[in-house]
């Protein structure tokens, strides 16, 4: 599936069976080729894309900067806004609180919310973490604290124990080194250091 960006305005429901301009060219978003993201000011969802199914639907995502509490009034706007009353999927995202609003009100089954506190409890702490660790560095095998190897993909407890000993010795100088001395690291997980001393 594609990331493209709409150049015009849209509608983001499953009725939608005409093609749309974006920075891809013309695209036929019912054909489930493309993830589009509407263009800035569109009344509806702010991203969508068709789901493989008979008849399509359409998972829409609307997120929302909020400052004031929003009600069920507000997420059944944007519902209708972005899927056309239809039973699409559809999720909202907002940085506002919601005011006395439960699983039992959402429209359907295929809806979801995702609001201010359980942001803040979840989706932000991984968010984080997920965009902290996507632009780390590969630690280098010498000098990383045990809990940055901690970090890496692949790597436990055990085999961080041996990469603390091995280092004592001596210095591990390049990908092989370290496979020869450092017992279970093996090719794939020797790639994920630095070298340097």
């Known amino acids: 599936m594609q990331l493209v960006m709409a150049t015009n305005y849209c509608i983001t429901n499953s009725s939608l069976d005409t093609e749309i301009m974006t920075d891809a060219g013309?695209?036929?978003p019912i054909e489930g080729n493309h993830h589009v993201i509407s263009a800035p000011g569109n009344p509806g969802g702010d991203s969508f894309c068709f789901v493989s199914s008979e008849p399509p639907v359409v998972f829409s995502l609307s997120c929302k900067h909020q400052l004031s509490p929003r009600g069920k009034t507000d997420y059944e706007l944007e519902y209708v806004k972005a899927t056309g009353d239809r039973e699409d999927f559809f999720i909202e995202y907002s940085t506002g609180s919601y005011s006395s609003f439960t699983?039992?009100?959402l429209p359907h089954d295929r809806c979801g919310l995702v609001?201010?506190?359980n942001f803040q409890s979840y989706f932000g702490p991984y968010a984080g973490r997920a965009?902290?660790?996507k632009n780390l560095?590969?630690?280098?095998?010498?000098t990383a604290s045990r809990s940055l190897l901690r970090l890496v993909d692949g790597v436990g407890p055990g085999?961080?124990?041996h990469i603390l000993d091995e280092r004592k010795r001596?210095?591990?100088s390049d990908e092989g080194d370290a496979i020869q001395r450092i017992p279970g690291l093996g090719r794939k997980k020797a790639k994920?250091?630095?070298y340097q001393n």
């Open 26 to 28: 013309t695209i036929k």
């Open 103 to 105: 699983a039992d009100d």
């Open 115 to 117: 609001y201010e506190e």
């Open 131 to 133: 965009f902290f660790l």
């Open 137 to 142: 560095s590969p630690p280098n095998i010498n």
């Open 159 to 161: 085999l961080i124990q």
């Open 170 to 172: 001596s210095p591990i």
């Open 192 to 194: 994920l250091f630095q």
